[in-house]
Nanobody
Framework: VQLQASGGGLVQAGGSLRLSCAASGRTFSAYAMGWFRQAPGKERDFVAAISRSGGTTYYSDSVKGRFTISRDNAKNTVYLQMNSLKFEDTAVYYC?????????????????WGKGTQVTVSS
C-alpha cells in the first residue's frame, strides 16, 4: 500500500485543518488506518486510528474531543479533521496502515507508513 498524506499547513491557534491520506496499491478497506505525529526532537506519537469499516475509532488523550478521524473506502482515503488547534499540535503528521485499529493505537505493528505532512500552529 502506498500512502500519500496532504493538507498540512500553517494555521493560527484555535483554527482548523483537515488532513487527507490517499491510499493505492492494495485493497484499502482491508486495512485499519491511523495517524501519528512527530514534533521536533520528540518521538513519533499515536494520534488516532480507525477500523476497516470505520465503525471503531481510537484517539490519544491529547486530541480527544478536538480531532476526528474518518475514512471513505470508496475514495481510498482517510481523513483527520483537526479543530481547536493548539501550538503543541505542531508536528509532522504521518498516516499509517495496519491490520487492526487497536494494534495501530498501541503503535506496536504498522504495515505501511506514508510520508508526512507538516502542520504548524502559530500561537
Amino acid at each position: 500500500v502506498q500512502l500519500q498524506a496532504s493538507g498540512g499547513g500553517l494555521v493560527q491557534a484555535g483554527g482548523s485543518l483537515r488532513l487527507s491520506c490517499a491510499a493505492s496499491g492494495r485493497t484499502f478497506s482491508a486495512y485499519a488506518m491511523g495517524w501519528f505525529r512527530q514534533a521536533p526532537g520528540k518521538e513519533r506519537d499515536f494520534v488516532a486510528a480507525i477500523s476497516r469499516s470505520g465503525g471503531t475509532t481510537y484517539y490519544s488523550d491529547s486530541v480527544k474531543g478536538r480531532f476526528t478521524i474518518s475514512r471513505d473506502n470508496a475514495k481510498n482515503t482517510v481523513y483527520l479533521q483537526m479543530n481547536s488547534l493548539k501550538f503543541e499540535d505542531t508536528a509532522v503528521y504521518y498516516c499509517a496502515a495496519g491490520r487492526q485499529a487497536v494494534v495501530i493505537a498501541s503503535g506496536s505493528t504498522i504495515d505501511y507508513w506514508g510520508k508526512g505532512t507538516q502542520v504548524t500552529v502559530s500561537s
